[in-house]
DNA sequence: TCTGGGGTCCTAGGACCC
DNA sequence: TCTGGGGTCCTAGGACCC
């Protein structure tokens, strides 16, 4: 049974470079949010020499000296043709899943082998003429094995692999060249851990031992060999799920903060923003949970990741709730002795809102319930018109830090 | 009072992915 | 001076029950 990866190539990149025929040929870098590191490089680029992750003032020389183009990312940008990339790859094969904003898995088993090849092609071409975003297809016994042969693809140039089942030889010759680190499913953390035991390659990974394996990685690292060994076992949860499982809104501060005012302003916002994008899909959350970290470069308090989760009984969709908990569970973890430099908030254990009535409300119940829907639902037709967040709870409310402006602050003065 | 093991649920944290 | 954001899944440990 044969599975297929379609992956888009530097998508931020070439997304860019759909709009903009004057970036092709050039090293181009993107970044994230804040200018604050490169999430995103060009082939030219990535020769330069430039890491993923790597902070935007390590390359700042080559920025100013013209030998690299770094682009603010255009997420809605991205969003759009993400979706679009998507839709060519379903119209090719009988079942997706969507695995990424720019990769799915292509679900091809009653398809005979010797067609997949031809289907690559056609989704490659296709991507590449209606949308200008290059895209490599591997197909393999395993998804673990189609990532491979995706990768192999993509360091030899070609669009389009394919690991045919019960062929050893080349399946063998794969591992033996993919650093283990390099595995889907290994880390750092894991990677080390190999390297220790004599692991260096996928292929002494997939040779060794299962007990062992199973052991030292746990169940996940038995999954991974038994991919690398042919068998399909890792299955992805979107595929019969309406929902995703959670929702977040997280982000890292322009500085160390200490400032109660501040933080509660942040996580009151980010709270509004995630039952927003709750209620946009229609769905309810069983669980939220707020969480701070501090500084990772700050010598002295690194490593600090307080969080505090909260589970409702009854699930909940509404932003008065969701700030009003998010904020309590802010209380318990926040410290005023230690500074942080990120937080957030994740609403969990999401499933649809039916929007029924439930048979057992009492008549004040459904009343309140028909109140707290159509305010939540004016809030949610305001807002987008009228810029961010124009009408909002009190306690999102902040006169903004001192030096700081993000759009996020408003001209009121924090409710003492 | 002491002694035992197994199951489940919850929470916090870790690891990884793109 | 300056280092992303949004996800999924697993595990360990404590509380509680039988």
């Not at 992956?7 to 004057?22: K, L, Q, T, W």
């Not at 490089?41 to 790597?54: D, H, L, W």
């Not at 992805?236 to 500085?255: A, C, G, K, W």
Request: aromatic share 8%.
């Amino acid at each position: 049974m044969m599975v297929g990866l379609a992956d888009c190539n530097n998508f931020f990149v070439s997304c860019e470079r759909s709009r903009n025929g004057a970036l092709k040929g050039i090293p181009v870098v993107v970044l994230s949010n804040n200018d604050g590191c490169v999430v995103a490089r060009s082939n030219e680029a990535k020769s330069m020499g430039i890491k993923m992750g790597q902070p935007a003032f390590e390359i700042r020389d080559h920025i100013l000296s013209g030998k690299l183009t770094a682009l603010s990312g255009n997420h809605l940008l991205y969003r759009e043709i993400s979706i679009k990339v998507h839709d060519i790859f379903r119209r090719h094969v009988p079942k997706t899943i969507d695995y990424s904003v720019d990769e799915a898995f292509l679900l091809v088993d009653e398809i005979p082998e010797r067609y997949l090849r031809s289907i690559g092609e056609r989704i490659v071409r296709e991507a590449l003429e209606s949308l200008d975003i290059p895209v490599t297809v591997g197909f393999a016994p395993s998804k673990t094995l189609a990532k491979l042969v995706t990768d192999e693809c993509k360091h030899t140039g070609k669009s389009v692999g394919v690991l045919a089942e019960g062929d050893r030889e080349t399946a063998e010759k794969l591992l033996r060249e993919t650093p283990v680190r390099e595995l889907w499913g290994v880390g750092r953390r894991q990677a080390a851990k190999l390297y220790t035991a004599g692991i260096y390659t996928a292929a002494d990974f997939a040779a060794r031992d299962l007990v062992w394996i199973r052991k030292q990685l746990g169940i996940n690292g038995e999954k991974m060999w038994r991919e690398l060994n042919g068998e399909h076992c890792i299955e992805l949860n979107h595929v019969d799920r309406p929902l995703q499982d959670s929702i977040s809104e997280t982000r890292t501060f322009p500085m160390d903060v200490t400032d109660y005012d501040y933080l509660r302003a942040r996580i009151a916002i980010y709270a509004a923003d995630c039952a927003a994008r709750l209620r946009k899909m229609q769905g309810v959350a069983g669980e939220i949970t707020v969480f701070l970290s501090t500084n990772p470069f700050n010598q002295r308090f690194a490593g600090y990741h307080p969080s505090a989760t909260h589970r409702f009984a009854d699930p909940v969709y509404d932003t008065v709730s969701i700030v009003t908990t998010a904020n309590n569970l802010l209380n318990r973890i926040f410290n005023p002795e230690i500074p942080f430099k990120r937080g957030g908030v994740i609403l969990g254990d999401i499933r649809p809102d039916r929007r029924l009535v439930s048979l057992f409300m009492t008549e004040e119940e459904i009343h309140r319930e028909n109140v707290n829907r159509r305010l939540m639902n004016a809030l949610d037709h305001l807002n987008p018109n009228v810029g961010r967040s124009c009408v909002k709870l009190a306690s999102q409310m902040t006169s903004g830090h001192p030096g700081h402006n993000d759009g996020y602050s408003s001209s009121f003065q924090s409710p003492k």
